[in-house]
Nanobody, 125 residues
Framework: QVQLAESGGGLVQAGGSLRLSCAAS????????MGWFRQGPGKERRFVAA????????RYADSVKGRFTASRDSAKNTVYLQMNRLKPEDTAVYYC??????????????????WGQGTQVTVSS
């Protein structure tokens, strides 16, 4: 059982930056593909970003391309989401997700094996 703990959310003005972190409990973290999703007020949870098990591949939703960057540090069992040039429409609860490396495609469709509890990001205009 992999436990995921997000941190780094908060309130920021439009145009600002935040970096989210997701710490994994599992020592085999390095074999998992990781993803970020978000759920805005009254909206469904949607894909934001994903990173392969070894960090050599990333994918992003069109709405965040060029502004958000996913990365990982296997030594710390942690994945990050650097969010720049934030917009009010980025306001949401952000969730970390994990899936075995061979499920990378399923991860991006919203079918990971594990979810974190989420962290709130609020962008004021």
């Amino acid at each position: 059982q992999v436990q995921l703990a997000e941190s780094g959310g908060g309130l920021v003005q439009a145009g600002g930056s935040l970096r989210l972190s997701c710490a994994a409990s599992e020592r085999t973290f390095s074999t998992y593909a990781m993803g970020w999703f978000r759920q805005g007020p009254g909206k469904e949870r949607r894909f934001v970003a994903a990173i392969t098990w070894n960090g050599d591949g990333t994918r992003y939703a069109d709405s965040v391309k060029g502004r958000f960057t996913a990365s990982r540090d296997s030594a710390k069992n942690t994945v990050y989401l650097q969010m720049n040039r934030l917009k009010p429409e980025d306001t949401a609860v952000y969730y970390c997700a994990a899936a075995p490396s061979w499920k990378y495609g399923l991860l991006m469709t919203g079918l990971p094996d594990y979810w974190g509890q989420g962290t709130q990001v609020t962008v004021s205009s």
